[in-house]
């Protein structure tokens, strides 16, 4: 099982972001997908969320209006579109795995996304 984050970087404020994570080696369509971040010295915070077939989405209201989550069950990947980046914004980037049913979860290794001049 691997889920494996990409598309972080340095950006500056304003700018815009998509992050992957792309899935392997369990039934990805039957799991619902989150973004969390965390930044040093700080709680992990759920940034944004997506029902297994993609038809339920939510987010942190920090993010609401900036940032998309979306996901592709063909490509066994879930997107995460940022724009109007802020430094606030700036934290390590993971994605989550979850199967409530069967009380299931998995996690990324991470993606470090920095908003700076």
């Known amino acids: 099982v691997q889920l494996v984050e990409s598309g972080g970087g340095l950006v500056q404020p304003g700018g815009s972001l998509r992050l992957s994570c792309a899935a392997s080696?369990?039934?990805?369509?039957?799991?619902?997908m989150i973004w969390y971040r965390q930044a040093p010295g700080k709680e992990r915070e759920l940034v944004a969320a997506?029902?297994?077939?993609?038809?339920?989405?939510d987010y942190a209201d920090s993010v609401k209006g900036r940032f998309t989550i979306s996901r592709d069950n063909a490509k066994n990947t879930v997107y995460l579109q940022m724009i109007r980046l802020k430094p606030e914004d700036t934290a390590e980037y993971y994605c989550?795995?979850?199967?409530?049913?069967?009380?299931?979860?998995?996690w990324g290794r991470g993606t470090q996304v920095t908003v700076s001049s």
């Open positions: 989550n795995a979850v199967n409530r049913r069967i009380r299931n979860e998995y």
């Open positions: 080696g369990f039934t990805f369509s039957t799991y619902g």
């Open positions: 997506i029902s297994n077939d993609g038809g339920s989405t």
